[in-house]
């Protein structure tokens, strides 16, 4: 059983607590639970999405056993709700799990990127958290995956006894991933985080922390990356002050 406490966005539950507290109880479970348990790192992209597509991917969304306000935006309508909310940023969340989970003797599985950015964030997490214990590693193909990879990535994570499996597929593969194949999953703790793999390895420059606790995280990456991510912020920022003004919070 949990001990986090959540609050309801669009009606979706996201975790209240601190990320000391989170990460202690992430840690905890990690060490313990005889299941696989999903942790989501939601913003406003996740978020719009699960709404336009309740039945689907919102429906798996909702499965998972820990959504975290990973925006700003999220964290503002907890707060208007009377909660005492904090950001939980997936990149933030892996430094703490790999800090605090050493006392413990977590062992972390890292699934998705290319070798490069694998090898590189290895190397620049075990440098800040000696002791930190990597139990194995597997980067699939560039989608569409060809048949037997889902297979084959759910041996490696089953093979390495890892405790902490930390997924960085991209949004919404990531999720769909996770909530698809969670009857096969080995007992962990299973976290989506998406571009956090990058950022550790240094391959992508993260906002600086005063541009992220304003909300505008979104703004400075679509300077650094407009090709990619201008349809993304267009539709979902549009979607999400649609909700905003049309739906009860």
């Known amino acids: 059983m949990s001990r986090l406490s959540t609050t309801d966005v669009f009606g979706i539950p996201y975790v209240t607590a601190a990320l000391p507290v989170a990460?202690?109880?992430?840690?905890?479970?990690?060490?313990?639970?005889?299941?696989?348990?999903?942790v989501a790192h939601s913003d406003v992209h996740v978020l719009t999405r699960a709404l336009h597509d309740a039945a689907d991917y919102g429906?798996?969304?909702?499965?998972?056993?820990?959504?975290?306000?990973?925006?700003?935006?999220?964290?503002?309508?907890?707060?208007?709700?009377?909660?005492a909310a904090?950001?939980?940023?997936?990149?933030?969340?892996m430094e703490v799990m790999w800090d605090q989970g050493r006392a413990a003797g977590v062992k972390h599985f890292l699934l998705g990127g290319s070798e490069e950015a694998i090898a590189r964030l290895k190397e620049n997490l075990e440098k800040r958290y000696p002791g930190a214990e990597v139990a194995g590693h597997y980067c699939p193909p560039m989608p569409p995956w060809p048949e037997g990879e889902?297979?084959?990535?759910?041996?490696?994570?089953?093979?390495?006894?890892?405790?902490?499996?930390?997924?960085?597929?991209?949004?919404?593969?990531?999720?769909?991933?996770?909530?698809?194949?969670?009857a096969q999953l080995p007992p962990a703790v299973y976290f989506g985080v998406g571009a956090a793999f990058n950022f550790h390895a240094g391959l992508v420059q993260q906002a600086p922390a005063?541009?992220?606790?304003?909300?505008?995280?979104?703004?400075?990456?679509?300077?650094?990356?407009?090709?990619?991510?201008?349809?993304r912020y267009l539709v979902h920022n549009t979607r999400f002050i649609w909700y905003c003004l049309t739906r009860k919070v």
Do not use: N
């Not at 499965?63 to 935006?73: E, L, Q, V």
């Not at 005063?210 to 090709?227: F, I, N």
């Open 150 to 182: 889902d297979e084959r990535m759910l041996e490696a994570i089953r093979g390495s006894g890892a405790h902490c499996v930390w997924v960085g597929l991209g949004c919404p593969r990531q999720e769909r991933w996770l909530f698809e194949h969670r």
């Open 210 to 231: 005063w541009v992220r606790s304003h909300g505008l995280e979104w703004l400075y990456r679509l300077c650094k990356e407009p090709r990619r991510l201008f349809k």
């Open 59 to 83: 429906a798996g969304l909702r499965s998972f056993d820990f959504i975290c306000p990973d925006g700003m935006p999220i964290v503002w309508l907890m707060r208007r709700k009377g909660a």
């Open 86 to 93: 904090h950001r939980l940023y997936g990149p933030d969340v």
């Open 23 to 38: 990460g202690a109880e992430w840690v905890r479970l990690a060490r313990e639970t005889q299941q696989p348990l999903l």
